[in-house]
């Protein structure tokens, strides 16, 4: 497994990376701070997603097309469903780490009040607040179900905290679904959250659920299981793959208790039909289970007067509805030359990544190479953040300017080898036919290895002996038998590489100019 090395980094030339908060499955969460931004603004601090497809061990082609999906329908989707109680994108980008390893990464939003699960945990929830949390999360499910987006992994731990802990928003759309279209269901989620619908191994088990019937009664079932965590503190974990049908003897005797079981049975129907069908309508649903015990048991000046039958949203300091700039990410293909350009910020410690400038000649550094897909079934109104560069009409003028390059290519060899004969000049290094012994007509330099980025290590003079050890390319590894005039600098090495071409007509090796 490769971690991704960015603290004390610096991406797009503003995002300063602090710390690392966590690693899930597929991704790496960083806070950094968006030096571009006012001190003062709500998004001063910020959260960096990175997709790291080698945390996986076992990494296959399928595997790695399935986790760079993921995390380009992330991104796709935060935008369609932009909400006051969603999490918000706010960037994106393409860079490498400070080893070379290439990733992409989202910038979202910094919500500092941590999630639901650890919240009420350890401080526990009151009644009062489970339904203020509530009313937030089915008023962002609507909306998102409005845009045909399904999350499929609601839970409290998806569910972000802002500082005040007042506001709620739902993260993670990494396996959300987006139409009816979409590749057939597979199992996600968390096991005592999801539907039974999430896994076609199970839909069969009603008698009445369809292979790849998915519908928002499936995000209603998770939300229910994520209620049950707020009003009673604790884990659905009994209640895994089968309905709720009992509260925690701690809080049966609350007076709302047996009108909320009876939502919350209703809406983890093994049965999607069974269940409410909107967010809207769960929410509606416990609200008449809860006005009473609500009424009489509100405290906080801070929560609204009412329940409101239809969910409202809560509006936090710096959300906008505008989505930033459409994400459209290259892929491992195009950058695979390209190094981030590493600068250190005096007195600071802060490694500054940036994309090389149009004219940088690339440096060599082998990164990771994120797989191609050759086909998108989705509509081109869905195609969101491309990773995978899937234009037909592309590929094809890609074809032919290839063609029409290696033509110019070989005019240009024939017309250098033409040259070549004609000019006793040219630094080449001459060989006998079946002999691995050469002689040097020109001064050649002696390189460590197969690549003029490394430093000179010898100097072989004009009409040396040579004999090739083995070859790499247009590289040779030589032995200097003999120099043909003596040695520049004692200190030079007597073994290296050399550039040169072979041309098997005479067995000529072509040495090309040493840069």
């Not at 369809?210 to 209603?220: C, I, K, M, N, R």
């Not at 039909?273 to 309508?281: L, S």
Request: charged share 25%.
């Amino acid at each position: 497994m490769k971690e991704l090395s960015l603290i004390d980094s610096r991406l797009e030339g503003r995002y300063e990376v602090r710390k690392l908060l966590g690693r899930g499955s597929y991704a790496e969460i960083y806070l950094a701070e968006d030096t571009l931004a006012s001190p003062a603004s709500a998004h001063r601090r910020v959260v960096i997603k990175a997709l790291n497809v080698f945390m996986h061990d076992d990494l296959d082609r399928d595997l790695e097309r399935t986790l760079v999906e993921n995390f380009q329908n992330e991104a796709l989707a935060l935008d369609r469903v932009r909400h006051p109680n969603i999490i918000s994108r706010l960037g994106h980008g393409t860079a490498q780490d400070l080893n070379g390893i290439l990733f992409h990464f989202l910038v979202l939003e910094f919500l500092p009040g941590g999630d639901l699960a650890k919240y009420s945990r350890t401080n526990g929830i009151s009644f009062e607040e489970a339904l203020s949390y509530l009313e937030q999360v089915s008023s962002g499910l609507s909306h998102a179900h409005g845009k045909n987006v399904i999350h499929r992994d609601v839970k409290p731990q998806n569910l972000l905290l802002t500082g005040d802990r007042k506001i709620v928003k739902i993260a993670d759309f990494g396996v959300a679904r987006m139409s009816e279209s979409d590749a057939p269901i597979t199992r996600v989620g968390t096991n005592i959250y999801a539907p039974p619908e999430h896994s076609p191994m199970m839909s069969g088990t009603t008698g009445r659920l369809g292979f790849g019937e998915l519908t928002p009664a499936a995000d209603v079932y998770s939300l229910a299981k994520t209620a049950y965590v707020l009003f009673t503190g604790e884990s659905p974990r009994y209640f895994s793959n089968r309905p709720i049908e009992a509260l925690p003897m701690k809080v049966r005797e609350e007076s709302w208790a047996v009108p909320l079981l009876r939502v919350l049975r209703k809406a983890t129907d093994d049965d999607p039909k069974n269940r409410h069908q909107t967010a809207g309508e769960f929410w509606e649903d416990l609200v008449s289970a809860s006005e009473p015990s609500y009424s009489a048991r509100r405290t906080d000046p801070g929560l609204p007067g009412e329940l409101h039958s239809t969910p409202q949203p809560v509006l936090s300091p710096g959300y906008t509805p505008l989505a930033p700039v459409k994400a459209n990410f290259d892929t491992d293909r195009d950058l695979k030359l390209k190094t981030a350009i590493k600068e250190k910020r005096p007195g600071t410690g802060i490694s500054v990544l940036k994309a090389p400038a149009p004219g940088d000649a690339p440096e060599k550094v082998k990164a990771p190479e994120v797989k191609s897909s050759k086909e998108d079934s989705r509509k081109p109104d869905e195609q969101g953040p491309e990773f995978l560069p899937i234009r037909e009409g592309r590929t094809l003028r890609s074809v032919v300017v290839a063609l029409l390059l290696v033509a110019f290519f070989a005019v240009g060899i024939y017309a250098t080898y033409n040259y070549v004969l004609s000019q006793a000049s040219i630094p080449s290094v001459y060989s006998l036919f079946g002999a691995r012994e050469a002689t040097a007509l020109m001064n050649i330099n002696l390189r460590s290895d197969a690549s003029t980025d490394n430093p000179r290590i010898g100097l072989v003079p004009k009409g040396s002996r040579l004999q090739i050890l083995s070859s790499q390319d247009h590289w040779y590894e030589v032995q200097i038998l003999e120099y043909g005039s003596p040695k520049a600098d004692p200190g030079f090495s007597d073994r290296g590489w050399i550039s040169g071409k072979t041309r098997r007509g005479d067995e000529t090796i072509s040495i090309e100019e040493d840069q």
